[in-house]
């Protein structure tokens, strides 16, 4: 059956202001405690990993992150959607359903870029907390925007915050300058860095970068 597009206005506009229960989504499921997300150190071998996020999940960070959790026995799935933010993938439905067919034990997320230069920032807040409560009881690790973009609205801080449980690590710290072709993306060298660099403090090897 072919939607007409006042229904589909109106599904979008229910899909907004739906709980997360609505619509066939995921339960949201009390917050485990910290050493049940994130035991330590992690054991790789069997684990299932989704990453998802913009266009950043791409070329080096996927290629080095993709080695990584190979070598250690995990399953990496990859999902990057040019564009999008935290809103785009609750409103889609598109997280819950990767959610269900790659049933991931972890989910990496790479998102936000897309609002560095918004100034509603504690609507886009809000937006996060929606997205990390359709993840559920899963060890999570939020990899933050690259300094490629001015963060205005001092929206870092706040993201570190909004995607608890989530552990938050900062890229904008990373020492990665501004392509001067005025792209808002890092080469594959920068990419590959970013994804050891990333790799060392999910393990909590000395020496990884800091996070908020």
């Known amino acids: 059956m072919v939607r007409s597009p006042l229904g589909t206005a109106v599904a979008f506009a229910l899909a907004l202001f739906a709980s997360p229960t609505d619509a066939g989504l ?3 499921a009390p917050l485990p405690e910290p050493d049940e997300v994130y035991p330590a150190p992690p054991d790789w071998r ?3 990993v989704l990453h998802v996020g913009d266009s950043n999940v791409a070329a080096g960070l996927v290629a080095g992150l993709r080695r990584a959790f190979s070598e250690a026995g995990a399953t990496y799935v990859p999902h990057g959607w040019v564009g999008s ?5 609750v409103v889609s439905g598109l997280l819950t359903q990767l959610i269900r067919e790659v049933a991931p034990q972890v989910v990496v997320v790479t998102l936000e870029t897309n609002t560095l230069r918004s100034p509603k920032v504690d609507v886009n807040a809000a937006w996060v907390r929606r997205f990390v409560e359709r993840i559920g ?3 999570c690790y939020w990899l933050g925007p690259p300094p490629l973009i001015d963060d205005a609205y001092g929206y870092g801080p706040v993201l570190a915050e909004a995607c608890a449980p989530c552990r938050y690590f900062d890229t904008s710290r990373l020492p990665y300058p501004k392509p001067a ?3 808002f993306h890092l080469t594959r060298e920068q990419g590959l860095d970013w994804a050891a660099r990333a790799w ?3 393990n909590g090897e000395a020496g ?4 908020l």
């Open 181 to 183: 072709s005025g792209r």
């Open 85 to 89: 933010r935290s809103r785009s993938w």
């Open 26 to 28: 995921l339960p949201v």
């Open 137 to 139: 009881p899963r060890r």
């Open 208 to 211: 990884a970068a800091d996070a």
């Open 200 to 202: 060392a403090w999910m």
């Open 46 to 48: 069997g684990v299932r």
